[in-house]
Nanobody, 129 residues
Framework: QVHLVESGGGLVQAGGSLRLSCGAS????????MGWFRQAPGKEREFVAA????????DYAASVKGRFTISRDNAKNTVYLQMNSLKPEDTAVYYC??????????????????????WGQGTQVTVSS
């Protein structure tokens, strides 16, 4: 497993932006599918976005498409989630996850929590109206 640490969460007004980071230690993430999930109070954890290793194909939940961008810097062993035009309904704990190959080979599995075998501790994002 990979040790993942998220950062960058906080309190922001609606319409604002935040950038989350997910750093890893222990292994290089270059070939891992990396995902972001979120969990709001009283709700199940849900898929937000994912990115493959090179060439960095991406996928997004419909609720964030066009507002959020996932990216990765393999040299820094870090994955990012740029969140723009934030809404109060984006309020949640955001989790970074890693899928060790061959997990995540099928793009159709990226939205599943079971695809990922390493998880961070989460970072809180609160969007005020």
């Amino acid at each position: 497993q990979v040790h993942l640490v998220e950062s960058g969460g906080g309190l922001v007004q609606a319409g604002g932006s935040l950038r989350l980071s997910c750093g890893a230690s222990g292994r290089t993430l270059s070939y891992y599918v990396m995902g972001w999930f979120r969990q709001a109070p009283g709700k199940e954890r849900e898929f937000v976005a994912a990115i493959s290793g090179s060439p960095g194909n991406t996928d997004y939940a419909a609720s964030v498409k066009g507002r959020f961008t996932i990216s990765r810097d393999n040299a820094k062993n870090t994955v990012y989630l740029q969140m723009n035009s934030l809404k109060p309904e984006d309020t949640a704990v955001y989790y970074c996850a890693a899928a060790q190959p061959p997990r995540g080979v099928l793009r159709s599995t990226w939205y599943r929590m079971s695809t990922y075998d390493s998880w961070g501790q989460g970072t809180q994002v609160t969007v005020s109206s």
